[in-house]
């Protein structure tokens, strides 16, 4: 059974959060450890990026086609020392590292997305006992469309 257009746009909304990395341009390596809808961060793991799909709404368009729209949040963190690195300062890299990657125009996460739009976040800390992470979250609203009575075509 072949994934749905959703699915498919999931997977690869993972993929591109596991290409934030400065080896690629970015300013963090946020996307070092990408996930999906994972709540937890493994305190072994010093860098992440999970994407959260949340539910979507959809209706019918012209010519047996469905126009579907869902949010996407990401919560990205990465290891900071606090003696020398601000965590203010690193999350709103982070924040901007995910806004460059889901948004730029030249660089479209997957072909099957019709658009995608920044709807809102910002930079956090995220203290965890003996260590400090930096963070962001990111939200994200994307539209794709599918045939009418058929997830898996467009």
């Keep these: 059974m072949a994934d749905s257009i959703r699915e498919r746009i999931i997977k ?18 946020a996307g070092d450890n990408a996930c999906r809808a994972s709540k937890t961060h493994d305190p072994d793991t010093e860098y992440t990026v999970v994407v959260i799909p949340k539910p979507e709404e959809s209706e019918k368009a012209k010519f047996g086609k469905m126009i579907h729209t869902f949010p996407v949040d990401l919560i990205a963190a990465v290891k900071i020392d606090i003696e020398t690195e601000s965590a203010s300062e690193v999350s709103e890299t982070v924040y901007a590292d995910l806004i460059k990657a889901f948004t730029n125009p030249e660089e479209p996460f997957s072909p099957l997305i019709k658009s995608i739009t920044h709807t809102g976040g910002g930079g956090l800390e995220l203290p965890n006992n003996e260590e400090t992470f930096a963070g962001a979250t990111a939200s994200f609203e994307i ?9 898996e075509a467009q």
Excluded: E, F, M
């Design 12 to 29: 690869a909304a993972v993929v591109r959060a596991g290409t934030i990395l400065t080896a690629n341009g970015y300013k963090t390596n």
């Design 143 to 151: 539209k794709y469309q599918t045939a009418l009575g058929d997830p």
